[in-house]
């Protein structure tokens, strides 16, 4: 759903009678596309930021898990 507050993309600075309707997150339709098919790319090469931030989001869920299971046995 479109903000009609925002006047211009987060990533390339293009203005809404450019590059059409914003998201929530500030990007246009353009930018949008571009940062998923970056964040599948990075994923699935093991390689980049997104991955990096994949991985640590996945080593501190597992650490929660590990630190709730201590507290029911414990």
């Given amino acids: 759903m ?3 507050d925002y006047k211009t993309c987060k990533r390339c600075e293009r203005h809404v009678s ?3 309707d914003l998201s929530w997150t500030r990007l246009c339709v353009k930018c949008a596309v571009a940062a998923i ?3 599948n790319d ?3 090469a093991k ?3 997104y991955f990096e931030h994949q991985q640590r ?3 501190m ?3 929660q ?3 709730a299971a201590e507290r029911q046995t414990g």
């Fill in 42 to 44: 990075q994923i699935s």
């Fill in 47 to 49: 390689a980049g930021p």
């Fill in 2 to 4: 479109p903000r009609a």
């Fill in 57 to 59: 989001r996945q080593l």
């Fill in 65 to 67: 898990h590990l630190l």
């Fill in 37 to 39: 098919e970056a964040n």
């Fill in 18 to 20: 450019q590059c059409g």
């Fill in 61 to 63: 869920r597992a650490r």
